[in-house]
Every structure is written in C-alpha cells, then in structure tokens.
C-alpha cells in the first residue's frame, strides 16, 4: 500500500432520502494513487456514496475534504470540484445528440477552455487505447453498450481528474475488452491518479485494488487489501457476502 | 345545427347564381392586389404573435421545468384559460370589454395580444414535453464533467428537449396562423374580412372563396414542408438515427 498524502477524506458522512438511512457514519480515506474498490449486496449505498463525494445528492451530515479542503460548504464552487472528481455511471450516459468525438469534447473545450485542437488530439488518443478511434464520428445511438461505457469513461478521463469514481462501468464491457479499460486505468493510477471503483465483478476487484472496501447495509463493515479481504474476510458478512460468489466452486 | 348552416351559407351568399357560370378571371385579377395586402397583413400580425408566443411559452414551460413556486400556479392556471377559451372570445374581451375598464387598445394590439395569450399556454406545453423527455441522468453527466447549470441546460438539455418539441412547435405555427382568420372581428383587414367584404359587395362568392383559399394555402404550405423538412433533419442528422 501507497502511503502518501490524503487526496480524499470523508468522515462521518450521513445520508438518508427522507425515510430511511442510506450511508451512515462512513468514513474514508483515499490517498494519491490508490485504487479503493468498493464492494458491496445490491442497494447497500455504493452508488449513492459515490454521488454524494460529487455533489449530485446532498448529505445530511458529516464532511468530505478534497485536498485538504471542505467540499461541503455552503460556498462549494462545484464546477471546480467536479472537474478533479471524474465520475462514470452505470448507464453510460452519453450525450445522444453529439457524436463521440464531441461527447469528449465539451468538457474539455466548455470547462476547461482548452485549445480545441489539443484537445481534439488527447481525444482521439485517448479513444486509440479504448479501442474506438474509427468511431469518434458516430453517434451514441450506433454504439453497442459496452462502446458506449468505453467512451463514457474517456469524456471522463480527458479533464484529468484527481480522482476517478466509476460505479460499475465494467459491468457492461464486453470481456475482452475489460482489460483494455483495466491497462488505462492502471496507467492513469500510475500517473498520479487515484481511482475509487465500484463493481460486482470480483476479479476484476482483486486485479486492480489496493484496497477493498466492503460495504453493507450503509456502513462500512470491513476495510483491507485485496488479498487479505478475499482470502480471509474477518467479518462474516464479508464471508457471506464472497460466498455467493464463489457458488459454482464449492459445487 | 342545420339551421345555423343555412344561415352561414346564406351569408355567405353561396346560393347566389350569378357566379355559377364558370369563375370570373377579370374579378380575380382585379381584387387579388388586396388579397396580397391583407395576407401581409395576416402575415405580419401572425409572426408577431407567434414570435411573443413561443417566448411566453418558453418562460413558461421554464417556470414549470424548475417548478418556481408561485408562479408556476399562475403559468398553470394562465395554460387552462388559455386553452379553454376561443380566441373570438378572448379577442372579444380585449377590443370590447377593456374599454369598458377604460383600456383602449388599436385592433393591431387586440390581434397581437390575444394570439399570443392562446399561442403562449400551446408552445408552452410543446416545450414542457420536451423538457421533460430528457432523462435526469444527462443533467448529472453534464454536472459531472463540470459544466455548471446554464451550460448543462445550452448544451445537453435545449437542444435534446428541442428536437423532441418540434413537432408540435411547427403544428403550433400553422395552427395560430389558421387562428388569425379571426381577426377580423377587431375590425382587421385580414383575409377573411376582405373575403367577406368582396362576397357582400358584388356576390362573387366562388371567386372570393377560391381566392381565400389559395391565399391560406400559399402562406400554410411552405411552412408545413419547411415543418417537415425541419423534423426530418432533427430526427435522422441530429441523432444518428
Ligand atoms: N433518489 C432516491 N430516493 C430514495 N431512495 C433512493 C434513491 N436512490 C437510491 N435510493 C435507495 O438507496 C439505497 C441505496 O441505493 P444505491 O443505488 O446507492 O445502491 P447500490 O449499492 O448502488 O446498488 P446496486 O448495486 O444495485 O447499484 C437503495 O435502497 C435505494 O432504494
Ligand atoms: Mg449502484
């Protein structure tokens, strides 16, 4: 494990909508280059976890530092911060009246105010190592879905953010190309780049983790690094959890 | 209902038998000058009003988008009267009854005014549906790259919300143009009036009526096809099919 400064700190972060509790009391911390993937049963609050370090659902309680500085706050420049916090969605959802090149495009050049044909090449770079470059002037609709997803991550990955989320973007990647996306990842977290990574695909965890983080009925139940979490998980509803999949094999 | 058919032909002199010998080319020719003055004038009344109503209706489908509290009772219940009354009635009101509350307005402002109070509340809900066909989660991915709210709104969610309302924009159009053939009601000379006037003046009934006609169908048919034309473009161009 990494050991240096904190990127991302979240302490005691409470989310509820109203009528139950969602997050409680979760606290974490990702520093520069690591990979936290965040596991967890359907419905426990990873996505929403997520949403909440970006801003798009508000918390009822507790604080998110980014760089040292408190991102929830009344005065809280969004924009800016969102633009060192990539996200990725599970439903790749690209712009559908615009085509690839310039789905990638508009951030960069509206936010960022970059030169347009710089730009336009980090694009189509960026689009050669995902595999999509002869795509760049389709639209989303001509797309397959996991096209779509890889493409979702580019426009993401070309306003170098300090942090990637992605909430379970292989899930719609065809497999040979997860490790196309894996080896862009992976550069990215070499770089400098720190990556928080939601997904149901185990092997995928192990492969890219630095450390797992296991969610669970809104808490954080066990925290550790991959090996260690997936050979011998200390809690048992980690175990519970791993067992589901590893069905097949005990069979 | 029978009767009052009866009544409107009669009015319209349509049994009259001097213009049933074949159509009257030196009638038409003479008069068609004020046909031509008058579709100006339907022409310029109409795109005004149409202008105004598709700001009223952008604002107020904006204030229903963003569910602004007061007002949107107001756009809501302004969109029921509006579409519930006739434009006669509400062009009646305005060039007869505000005089009686001492607003005098000319019978160019009743026509403007009253077109747009019925074309506001019509435009108003072609734009509500589509804002409102685009899915919440390009607003997120908008956010998420950055872009702060009027950019999300510019570049993701206008255009996508506008392709689907085309449509009924461009049906919004030639709908209200049609509606201006009542304008002579504040003593307008639209193309009504002077069919109306050419009919109680000299019985041609069949070549004024030809001559309304056409000149409905020479403003109306080139925007259906530039209509058409438009959402076409939007559906196949814009979306990648
Ligand atoms: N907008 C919302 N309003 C109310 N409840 C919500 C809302 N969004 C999510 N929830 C609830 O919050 C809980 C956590 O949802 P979330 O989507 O974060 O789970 P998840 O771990 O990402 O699940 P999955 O693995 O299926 O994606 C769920 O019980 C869900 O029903
Ligand atoms: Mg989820």
Redesign the interface.
């Known amino acids: 494990m990494k050991e240096t400064e904190k990127l991302l700190e979240i302490r005691h972060l409470h989310k509820d909508y109203g009528e139950g509790t969602i997050l409680e009391d979760v606290s974490l911390d990702i520093h520069k280059g690591e990979v936290v993937v965040l596991i967890g049963p359907s419905g426990c609050g990873k996505s929403t976890f997520l949403r909440c370090i970006?801003?798009?659902e508000p918390i009822q309680s507790g604080e998110i530092f980014l760089d040292g500085e408190n991102i929830i706050a009344n005065k809280t420049k969004?924009?800016?911060v969102?633009?060192k916090?990539?996200?990725v969605?599970q439903?790749y959802?690209?712009?559908?009246?615009m085509?690839v090149l310039d789905n990638i495009l508009?951030?960069p050049t509206?936010?960022?105010r970059r030169d347009k044909k710089e730009a336009t090449a980090e694009a189509e770079k960026l689009l050669e190592r995902v595999g999509l470059l002869d795509r760049k002037d389709?639209?989303?609709?001509?797309l397959s879905g996991g096209q779509k997803q890889r493409v979702?991550i580019v426009?993401?990955l070309i306003?170098k953010p300090e942090i990637m989320l992605f909430d379970e973007v292989t899930a719609a990647l065809d497999p040979e190309m997860v490790r196309e996306v894996l080896d862009v990842m992976l550069e990215l977290a070499k770089s400098g780049s720190t990556m928080m990574i939601v997904t149901h695909e185990m092997q995928f965890a192990r492969a890219v983790a630095d450390k797992i983080v296991f969610l669970d009925g809104g808490e954080i139940v066990e925290t550790g690094a991959p090996e260690d979490f997936f050979n011998s998980p200390k809690t048992e509803r980690a175990s519970r959890f791993l067992h589901t999949f590893t069905f097949d094999q005990v069979k | 209902m029978e009767n009052k058919r009866e009544a409107d032909s009669h009015f319209l002199c349509l049994k009259n038998k001097k213009g049933s010998n074949g159509v009257d080319i030196d009638f038409i020719t003479q008069y068609a000058p004020m046909y031509v003055e008058a579709a100006k004038l339907t022409l310029r009344l109409g795109a005004i009003g149409i202008l105004l109503s598709l700001i009223v209706g952008l604002l107020g489908a904006l204030v229903q988008y963003y569910k602004i509290p007061v007002l949107r009772r107001i756009i809501a219940v302004y969109i029921e009267l509006s579409r519930n009354t006739p434009l006669l009635v509400q062009l009646f009101l305005l060039y007869f009854g505000l005089p009686k509350m001492g607003i005098v307005w000319t019978s160019e402002t009743c026509a403007i005014v009253g077109l747009t109070f019925l074309g506001g509340s019509y435009m108003a809900e072609a734009f509500r549906s589509g804002l409102e066909s685009v899915d919440k989660i390009q607003f997120e991915s908008g956010l998420s790259i950055g872009l702060n709210h009027s950019q999300v709104m510019r570049y993701i969610i206008f255009p996508q919300a506008l392709s689907t309302s085309v449509p009924a924009l461009c049906a919004n159009v030639i709908f209200l143009i049609k509606e201006t053939s009542v304008f002579s009601v504040v003593a307008l000379a639209d193309l009504m009036y002077v069919a109306k006037d050419l009919i109680g003046l000299y019985y041609k009934t069949e070549e004024a009526l030809l001559m309304l006609v056409v000149a409905y169908l020479i403003i109306l048919l080139p925007i259906s096809i530039i209509a058409s034309l438009l959402e076409r473009r939007l559906r196949y161009a814009g979306f990648g099919n």
């Open positions: 970006n801003g798009l969004w924009s800016e969102r633009q916090i990539g996200m969605f439903s959802d690209l712009f559908p009246h085509t508009l951030g509206k936010v960022q389709a639209y989303p609709r001509q979702a426009r993401a306003m």
